[in-house]
């Protein structure tokens, strides 16, 4: 008889685990879910240490600080436009860090766009990994409330009557998808390159642009199952996502990833597309 009993409680308290587990995972941001991929040794893996890189700028970018409301000042790299204009480019970081390939990513985009201000944020409040394990460290320690804060500082910079395109890679995909959902009326277009998107339809309802979603059918993270829940979620929250995928692995587009992870066929066409994206919603 105490043998029964004893099953029962323990049945009980594994149903009772299970349960508060399904509804932790069910009610789990989208940068919560992204950032427990860092504890895994396989996503590691995936983001070998980048090979070193120093930009120097050939169009006079700059560091900037800027006020965030939560009292705080954040950091950002900017690109002015030679013609004054409304047109902006936010761009988010991987997990890496506001480091000189995000400039130099930053200051191709300013190039090839035209009439636009660029301003990578920093949302890692200074901190840069040049390894994974600190990468695993600072994405794991980023809170949605601090990166919300950062990209509502931003706007205030850029003034009210600015058209905002969000881009980002890997974390700064995800990211890229928080800041639109932000920025509000002044969203203009979104671009995510494979970084988790939000799942909320009540939150994707107040999304005011159209969004080009870039992923790699080999990424064994933002994968076909990620990207066709996404799709059918915009389509119940009324709004339009392009996708776009590769043959190619997780972190395909970073060109300071070793040979074999970057794909240089796949982020031309994925470039390409991006510029286009963009051209259309930013005149």
Known sequence: MKRVKLLFVLMSWAAMSYAQTDVAVCHTSATEKFAMFASNKAFNREHPNPRAYVHVSQVGGKMIKFKTPDGKEANGYLLEAKKKTDNWIFVFQEWWGLNDNIKRESENLYT????????ALDMYDGNVASDPKDAQKY??????ERGDNIVKGALTYVGKNARVGTIGWCFGGGQSMQAALTAGKQAAAC?????MPEDKVDRLKTLNCDILDIYGTKDKWINADVTKKFEENMSAAGKKVTVKSYNADHGFANPSNPMGHFNEAATKDAYTNTVAFFKARLK
């Not at 090839?112 to 301003?119: A, E, I, S, Y």
């Not at 994405?139 to 949605?144: G, V």
């Open 191 to 195: 671009v995510i390159y494979y970084g």
């Open 112 to 119: 090839d766009l035209g009439n636009v201000n660029v301003v």
């Open 139 to 144: 994405m794991q320690e980023f809170k949605q």
